[in-house]
């Protein structure tokens, strides 16, 4: 796993000299991938052709071009930047927000226009037209995407979340959508999982839902195994371990 919220429950885990890791990097690209397609299903209008199809009619329309918008990625870590390295491909702007952008590394710097702090959030969602949720589960996070912050985004903005459900209060995006305080979503995660069959995001034309296999391509454990053996390894050999994870910020 990537995240590793569930493991960070226990205050004796916490406090113990055990250490944890992750396998950071296994998922980033085929996440990377899946943002590319749900901006792209909106700016093209995917349902909107999907539907005239089914139709069989024949029902022009203009679509966007995504190399004036600009995306903001909240929670730019390994799998941000990945998302910005494949966004900025299309020329597409990108903005990364890290709670402390000191430790973001020069290479994933190259990904994005600009990193900034989490203090700037208010001001870049207002105008961006993508906003990717990134975060972990923590108490600091829990229903981070709420009224409030769907209030501050631009009305023609789409929101994203393929970091963890409980960021986001599904009741709050719900809203936002019907009264379009925001115009779209594309959710791979979601507070209760699986998503309930009353909830109302299952059967909105603005809203792209996959459950929670976004980043399951056909070798993704693989990749993950791979990593794990690795550090393994070098826990076995007494050597470094890498991704290692703050058990007491959880992740």
């Known amino acids: 796993m990537a995240g590793v919220d569930a ?15 992750n ?5 980033s690209a085929v996440l990377g991938e899946f943002i590319a397609l749900g901006m792209l299903w909106h700016s093209k209008h995917l349902p909107f052709f999907k539907k005239v199809q089914s139709e069989c009619t024949w029902a022009q329309r203009e679509v966007e071009l995504v190399s004036n918008k600009t995306m ?3 929670g730019f870590g390994d799998i941000g930047a990945s998302c910005g390295k494949i966004i900025k491909a299309f020329g597409t702007k990108v903005i990364g927000l890290k709670r402390r ?34 975060l972990p589960k923590t108490n600091d996070t829990h229903h981070f995407f709420n009224s409030e912050f769907f209030a501050k985004m ?7 979340n393929i970091g963890r459900g409980p960021t986001c209060k599904e009741a709050d995006l719900v809203e ?76």
């Open 101 to 134: 952008p000191d430790q973001v590394t020069q290479e994933d710097r190259a990904c994005a226009d600009e990193i900034l702090g989490m203090d700037q959030c208010d001001r870049v969602i207002a105008n961006a037209d993508y906003v990717v949720g990134i």
């Open 23 to 27: 396998v950071k990097g296994a998922f």
């Open 72 to 74: 903001v990625i909240i």
């Open 154 to 160: 631009n009305p023609n903005g789409v929101f994203m």
């Open 7 to 21: 493991y960070c429950q226990s205050v004796d885990f916490v406090n113990s000299p055990i250490p944890l890791t």
């Open 176 to 251: 936002a959508l019907k009264t379009s305080k925001i115009a779209a979503a594309v959710l791979d995660v979601f507070e209760i999982e699986p998503l309930p069959k009353e909830s109302e995001l299952w059967k909105m034309d603005n809203v792209l839902i996959t459950p929670h296999c976004a980043d399951m391509d056909a070798g993704y454990l693989d990749r993950a195994m791979e990593k794990f053996g690795k550090n393994l390894k070098n826990f076995k050999d007494g050597a470094p371990l890498f991704n290692i994870c703050n058990k007491s910020l959880g992740y």
